[in-house]
């Protein structure tokens, strides 16, 4: 079979199983990353060129120098795809795409899967709920928003990953402080009501339209306030049977439907609101969950994430079929956090139902499995417990966020 050209941009280190994966699959991997990131423990093995791009700040580069750079490399290399690997890397993706008529999604669609206004928009008009929301263009519809909506409300960043940057705000005068603050940013942002409630992510991937595997989860603190208030974050599947899971595949199948996705890898948020108790679209992302979701995943049902996302591409550049293994049934839970030593003593921790450790420095971090789904959140209350205890450190909200 031919050999294939990917490129994978990357800002953020991740994507090992799926470079791994593409060079098993017998294609050329081209790496474009961020300068800093020169020693971190990338694939060697599977990338056959690297190109560097310095920040001008966290995640963000020079979007024409990429281009002008993609140019010269064009010149002498027939690029067959090119890859986001997080979230920061959609939009560069779609623009190198669109640029040089390279298949995959472009910048219209990919609006829907960054731009959080875009696709609050996509999903009240294609009759998905959303929290009540507003552009903060205008001075008059924010004062009509705040009027009609009840506080709290939660001002956020359009196009930022996870929960980073997010203001919850109590009242009119805070809010317009707020507004304020940002000055010629302030275009960037959205404005939404609060909504109390249990937070989900489905993660999911598609192959011609088709979703062909799903998961489903619940966050046992929400990552809003993770990152905003420090703390352990947990995370835990739900069974496959389930009146929670069946709701979630059918809202999460009509989101991926509406917004066009057409194959790849997604990660997708919900709240159950406790008012109602109606489920809310949040947020979609066309990459794979961060913060070690594909951990969690993994271990209930034998599905990595990484490495099936790259038999899709695979399949899609070479015409083959493509059909995704018949998942495992367990539960798990997966636990992160941030503490006071670079790597903790995991003694403690030690039990049957611990599928690994995770080697993050300075944070402990564990994924459990179990046929039970109750073990599993014994275990997932423990380690919490222990964490809080005598080994959680918590600092302000700073820099690029994981999930």
């Not at 919850?168 to 940013?185: N, P, V």
Request: with cysteine; proline share 5%; hydrophobic share 35%.
């Amino acid at each position: 079979m031919e050999e294939k050209t990917i490129v994978c941009i990357s800002c953020y280190y991740k994507g090992y199983d799926f470079m791994d994966e593409m060079k098993r699959l017998g294609n050329k991997i081209i790496l474009v990353t961020s300068e800093n990131l020169k020693e971190k423990n990338w694939p060697w093995h599977a990338i056959d060129e690297v190109f560097y791009m310095p920040e001008l700040k966290p995640s963000v580069w020079n979007l024409e120098h990429l281009i002008q750079g993609f140019s010269h490399l064009m010149q002498t290399r027939k690029v067959d795809a090119v890859v986001a690997l997080d979230d920061y890397d959609v939009e560069k993706a779609a623009l190198v795409r669109e640029t040089f008529r390279i298949p995959g999604m472009g910048q219209t669609t990919h609006r829907y899967f960054r731009d959080k206004l875009a696709m609050r928009q996509k999903a009240k008009d294609s009759g998905i709920n959303v929290p009540e929301f507003t552009a903060v263009f205008n001075n008059d519809e924010v004062n009509q928003f705040i009027e009609k909506t009840p506080a709290p409300w939660v001002l956020k960043p359009r196009s930022e990953a996870s929960a980073s940057g997010i203001k919850k705000i109590t009242t009119k005068e805070q809010l317009w402080e707020a507004l304020d603050a940002l000055g010629e940013e302030r275009h960037l942002f959205l404005l939404e009501s609060f909504k109390p409630g249990d937070v989900y992510h489905v993660d999911s991937l598609t192959f011609n339209k088709e979703i062909v595997f799903t998961s489903a989860s619940k966050y046992l603190a929400p990552p809003m306030q993770v990152s905003h208030e420090g703390g352990v974050f947990r995370s835990k599947t739900l069974g496959r049977y389930s009146d929670e899971f069946k709701s979630l595949e059918h809202i999460n199948a009509k989101v991926l439907s509406s917004f066009g996705l057409l194959n790849g890898a997604t990660h997708t948020e919900f709240i159950r609101s406790k008012d109602d108790g109606k489920w809310y679209f949040l947020e979609t992302s066309s990459r794979v969950g961060g913060a070690h979701i594909p951990d969690l995943v993994e271990a209930s049902s034998s599905i990595n994430i990484w490495r099936e996302w790259s038999r899709i591409e695979d399949a899609l550049l070479k015409g083959k079929p493509y059909e995704v293994s018949k998942p495992t049934g367990y539960y798990s839970g997966l636990i992160v956090a941030l503490i006071k030593d670079k790597e903790p003593d995991y003694n403690e921790f030690e039990c049957d139902e611990v599928v690994k450790f995770l080697p993050i420095d300075y944070h402990v971090g564990i994924v459990y499995k179990s046929n039970d789904s109750a073990i599993v959140q014994e275990r997932l209350d423990y380690a919490a417990e222990k964490i809080q205890a005598g080994l959680l450190n918590i600092l302000p909200p700073k820099g690029k966020p994981t999930s």
